[in-house]
């Protein structure tokens, strides 16, 4: 019997992409990550896979074909400014920006997703976690917005069901704030069930009313705490997914809802991290052969930021 193993995917050109100066949304958020994971021996344990770029048909698979080509275009432009002696950002909206590097970024984002659910389906690996940037989860299907360019879970997720022919696929996304661009992608579709919670009222200001029947949204207030999630996702969250039975679960794994995290106000450890993911784990288990495939979405306390995937990994990895 093969031992379950949990693969980490990710690659150099998700550094690349930068905002600029005193951005969040910043490459050291990547660093953060790999040296809690070298100094504390969990990467060890996890199987390092270097991420491929995305096809643009995949992309597709999610993302109107016009704003794909929007995108690809602003970074040819953005660099023949840059020749000339321009600006070295292109502002997308106030919070986000591209820099000539953010389009093969981009695609290095998608493509570890979709190289993930790949290896997961072929049963190399259990589960995976995608270490990368952008983010993705605020990506609406004609729209970039929020860090993000293209939806990586989304496309993930379309993809297992294009590609691989899955019936039913979930989608757990645990950000601080709500993911309207993957709600945008997914909501109607009765393949796909999707879960969440975020504070509210909050950036993106949505959610608070579900867009379709698919869509199981938790809106909580500022200052809720963790124990507090725990039990609403108990209550909510794993009658819907048990009763869904998804052969595959995507995650959006946000960890700005950290109580050590200044861009959100929910209150949140590392602790409860974990235990998400190992609720959510046993559901796969249960109905989807354990099989995982998670993506980076928030958290920009590097520390805390560290020490939450740490959790998060540990937890799929049966550390």
């Not at 193993?5 to 050291?28: L, S, V």
């Not at 976690?129 to 929020?146: K, S």
């Not at 950000?175 to 661009?181: A, E, I, K, Q, S």
Request: a negative charge.
């Amino acid at each position: 019997m093969s031992v379950p193993k949990t693969g980490y995917f990710t690659h150099p050109d998700c550094h690349r992409h930068d905002m600029g100066p005193g951005h969040p949304e910043c490459p050291e958020r990547l660093d953060a990550i790999d040296d809690r994971l070298l100094a504390t021996g969990v990467a060890d344990a996890l199987e390092r896979r270097e991420a491929p770029a995305a096809s643009v048909a995949d992309i597709e698979l999610a993302h109107d074909r016009m704003h794909v080509a929007a995108i690809r275009g602003l970074g040819l432009e953005l660099a023949e400014q840059i020749e000339a002696g321009g600006p070295p950002y292109a502002q997308i909206d106030p919070d986000t920006a591209m820099n000539p590097h953010t389009w093969g970024a981009s695609l290095r984002a998608a493509g570890a997703a979709l190289a993930a659910v790949d290896a997961v389906m072929a049963g190399e690996l259990e589960n995976a976690f995608c270490a990368v940037r952008p983010p993705g989860h605020h990506a609406c299907r004609d729209r970039a917005m929020g860090f993000c360019f293209f939806n990586n879970v989304a496309i993930a997720a379309r993809y297992a069901l294009e590609r691989h022919r899955l019936q039913r696929v979930a989608v757990v996304d645990f950000d601080v704030h709500h993911g309207n661009g993957t709600e945008d992608i997914l909501a109607g579709d009765p393949r796909v069930l999707m879960v969440g919670f975020f504070q509210h009222p909050f950036y993106p200001y949505s959610g608070d009313t579900p867009r379709a029947a698919n869509m199981l949204n938790l809106p909580v207030p500022a200052y809720t705490r963790g124990m507090e999630i725990r039990e609403m996702i108990e209550d909510a969250w794993i009658p819907r997914l048990e009763a869904f039975k998804p052969q595959m679960v995507f995650i959006s794994a946000g960890f700005d809802a950290h109580r050590e995290d200044d861009l959100g106000q929910l209150g949140l450890t590392e602790n409860d991290y974990g235990w998400i993911t190992w609720r959510v784990r046993e559901v796969a288990r249960r109905h989807a052969r354990g099989r995982i495939v998670s993506a980076l979405e928030g958290g920009y306390n590097l520390d805390a930021l560290g020490r939450s995937v740490e959790a998060h990994v540990r937890a799929l990895a049966d550390l």
